[in-house]
């Protein structure tokens, strides 16, 4: 059994945190916050301190913390693996004698409650031995696993800032046009669920469709006369990337 300690009960934090509750191959000795107020959910369930001079000993040390905060905690007195959960930082950001990532490319809300066996993780460490306890604990909570290192994962970050991040951005976009225009945003639900379904069968690349790609100079225009400011730049943008991208001339 792996015993952890979680540093941080953010997002990312509280998934950990509930995984590793029920998760009986893991001994969750532990929870750090640097305040009371986040750390009082879980009081009366386990252990939990504000300082880090006073955490437990444990195999393994998760600091989900923000980005910022990684290289102001010290763990240098820490004997076990400390890891951060961070898709842009490296390791040596870490204050600890042995350090790693832990890093979950996913889009997490404390309100929703997630599976975390097919979420995939993605490892890396300083020494190779202690990839063999990270790669311990990572297996048993989610069923995929990788190794990559720090410039992969800072693109792999980058990738998931486009899929999730600036796609939701668009989706708002789609969601602001329909709830200005008095139209239910549900009867594009179909078209998302197919686009996404199909993002996982085909390359974008493939899946492309849209005026952009047919060469329909009419509708883009008539699109574009329907937006103002940052939503036409944000059309304009992408419709030239698609062009760029497709080898398609309007």
């Known amino acids: 059994m792996v015993k952890v300690c979680i540093l941080g009960t953010g997002k990312v934090g509280i998934h950990l945190i509930r995984e590793c509750t029920n998760n009986p191959k893991i001994d969750l000795v532990q929870i750090y916050n640097r305040s009371t107020k986040g750390s009082a959910l879980f009081k009366s369930l386990l252990p939990t301190t504000q300082s880090v001079y006073q955490l437990k000993k444990a195999d393994i040390y998760i600091v989900a913390l923000p980005d910022k905060v990684i290289p102001k905690i010290d763990l240098s007195h820490i004997s076990g693996l400390v890891v951060h959960t961070s898709g842009t930082v490296s390791f040596k950001a870490l204050k600890s004698k042995r350090r790693g990532v832990l890093y979950p490319p996913q889009?997490?809300?404390?309100?929703?409650?997630?599976?975390?066996?097919?979420?995939?993780?993605?490892?890396?460490?300083?020494?190779?031995?202690?990839?063999?306890?990270?790669?311990?604990?990572?297996?048993?909570?989610?069923?995929?696993?990788?190794?990559?290192?720090?410039?992969?994962?800072?693109?792999?970050?980058?990738?998931?800032?486009?899929?999730?991040?600036?796609?939701?951005?668009?989706?708002?976009?789609?969601?602001?046009?329909?709830?200005?225009?008095?139209?239910?945003?549900?009867?594009?639900?179909?078209?998302?669920?197919?686009?996404?379904?199909?993002?996982?069968i085909l390359s974008p690349y493939v899946a492309q469709t849209g005026p952009t790609l047919r060469n329909d100079y009419t509708t883009l225009e008539k699109h574009k006369s329907q937006l103002t400011s940052t939503d036409l730049e944000v059309y304009n943008i992408l419709t030239k990337s698609i062009q760029e991208k497709h080898g398609t001339e309007l």
């Open 107 to 200: 889009s997490f809300s404390k309100e929703k409650k997630m599976n975390l066996e097919h979420l995939p993780f993605c490892l890396e460490t300083e020494f190779k031995e202690d990839g063999v306890w990270l790669e311990k604990f990572a297996s048993s909570i989610s069923k995929t696993v990788f190794f990559i290192d720090e410039k992969q994962r800072q693109k792999l970050h980058l990738a998931a800032v486009f899929a999730n991040n600036f796609s939701n951005r668009v989706l708002g976009i789609a969601y602001d046009l329909c709830q200005e225009n008095n139209i239910d945003f549900n009867i594009l639900q179909p078209l998302i669920e197919e686009t996404f379904l199909k993002a996982q």
